[in-house]
């Protein structure tokens, strides 16, 4: 069993920054890709970033330039460094990790851009 559990979501205003985590415990041996995706209300999902076990990141051109991806391999774990953040950021962020060639999804933490 592979659990995946989100943290650091909340309110912020326009312009600012947040720091989103995501730990994946359980039988774990290696994670290959994890990555971090959004669904806004009435939106579908849609990928924000994504780092390799390599290192190697993709990003959504909407948040190029903004938000950092990155990982630690020893902590099964994964961040999203957000900064001038929008309105338009605002969405339900969820958190993927695959492994054992599966995709393990967490619950999502909700982030709001408001002033």
């Known amino acids: 069993q592979v659990q995946v559990l989100e943290s650091g979501g909340g309110l912020v205003q326009p312009g600012g920054s947040l720091r989103l985590s995501c730990a994946a415990s359980g039988t774990i041996f290696s994670i290959n890709a994890m990555g971090w995706y959004r669904q806004a209300p009435g939106k579908q999902r849609e990928l924000v970033a994504t780092?390799?076990?390599?290192?190697?990141?993709n990003y959504a051109d909407s948040v190029k330039g903004r938000f950092t991806i990155s990982r630690d391999n020893v902590k099964n774990t994964v961040y999203l460094q957000m900064a001038s953040l929008k309105p338009e950021d605002t969405a339900v962020y969820y958190c993927?990790?695959?492994?054992?060639?599966?995709?393990?999804w967490g619950k999502g933490t909700l982030v709001t851009v408001s002033s």
């Open positions: 780092i390799a076990s390599t290192g190697s990141t």
């Open positions: 993927n990790c695959q492994l054992f060639g599966m995709n393990y």
